[in-house]
């Protein structure tokens, strides 16, 4: 059985008006939020073999503070189309995956990300996980899939837990 996590940056800084988006750091809201969502992995016994990250300065902070908690440090891919991508697009690199992986960690941004988790929760997913992810997919949120096969064929999984920092802290 494969896993696949999908994690939104967390919550990013806006107090430089001058600084280009991909350029954006943390928020100290956006620092915990990623600490707290690392201890989350380890606690659940959620760890990834690689992480996908997309290549902008938040998302790097997130994998980064994210990866300080991990007992071990996967492999990582730092992903310039991963800003900014559509699901669709997420799911193109998700397919690249090699298939000897078994858990795979993807962070990105909205609304991607999001429409991502949307279209891959098949029926059969946790009814309390999809509720949650219809409600609100914020910052820091983790989207947690398993599925039998293969990245490449990858269309839809069982999603079996929406998690948001605000309901774990």
Not at 27 to 49: F, I, Q, S, T
Not at 107 to 128: V, Y
């Amino acid at each position: 059985m494969k896993q696949l996590l999908l994690l939104r940056h967390a919550k990013s800084s806006w107090d430089d008006p001058d600084l280009d988006d991909f350029d954006r750091p943390l928020a100290e809201r956006g620092v915990k939020a990623a600490r707290l969502m690392g201890r989350e992995l380890v606690a659940r016994g959620w760890l990834p073999d690689l992480a996908l990250v997309s290549a902008a300065l938040r998302t790097r902070d997130t994998w980064r503070l994210v990866a300080t908690e991990l007992p071990t440090h996967p492999r990582t891919a730092f992903i310039e189309a991963l800003y900014g991508a559509s699901a669709t697009g997420i799911l193109g690199q998700v397919h690249q995956t090699d298939p000897s992986c078994g858990s795979l960690l993807v962070i990105a941004h909205n609304s991607g990300l999001e429409d991502l988790a949307k279209q891959l929760a098949r029926s059969g997913s946790e009814t309390t996980a999809r509720k949650t992810l219809d409600e609100k997919f914020p910052t820091s949120a983790l989207a947690r899939f398993v599925f039998e096969g293969d990245w490449s064929g990858l269309s839809s999984a069982r999603l079996t837990h929406c998690l948001r920092p605000k309901d774990l802290g």
